[in-house]
């Protein structure tokens, strides 16, 4: 039975630093963050492969986010600074059984149960 089990997340303010974690049942090619806030589609945030290949999907966020992965413990991170008030969302871990080939959820067959983040 595959899970994606996520922690971290939470409410901060406008500046602050959170961090995602996502443990994984076995090891995945590639795996990802996405997003989503109320009244929107889910969105990719960053996804990356094995190999440390990453696609950031979001501009607003390139600098600010870092998505890595420890490929011996199954577990992938995101950590997030200088958050802002449009990061306000529910975040997905997300995994897929061959390598990324995009940022599409349908790509994802796997999914976590979500963690809110909330920046005020």
């Known amino acids: 039975h595959v899970q994606l089990v996520e922690s971290g997340g939470g409410s901060v303010r406008a500046g602050g630093s959170l961090t995602h974690y996502c443990a994984a049942s076995?090891?995945?090619?590639?795996m990802g963050w996405f997003r989503q806030a109320p009244g929107n589609r889910r969105e990719a945030v960053a996804i990356m492969d094995r190999d440390g290949s990453t696609i950031y999907a979001i501009d607003s966020v390139k600098g600010r986010f870092t998505i890595s992965r420890n490929n011996a413990k199954d577990t992938l991170y995101l950590q997030m600074n200088n958050l802002k008030p449009e990061d306000t969302a529910m975040y997905y871990c997300a995994s897929a059984g061959a390598y990324c080939s995009g940022g599409r959820p349908g790509n994802f067959g796997y999914w976590g149960q979500g963690t809110q983040v909330t920046v005020s």
């Open positions: 076995r090891f995945f090619p590639c």
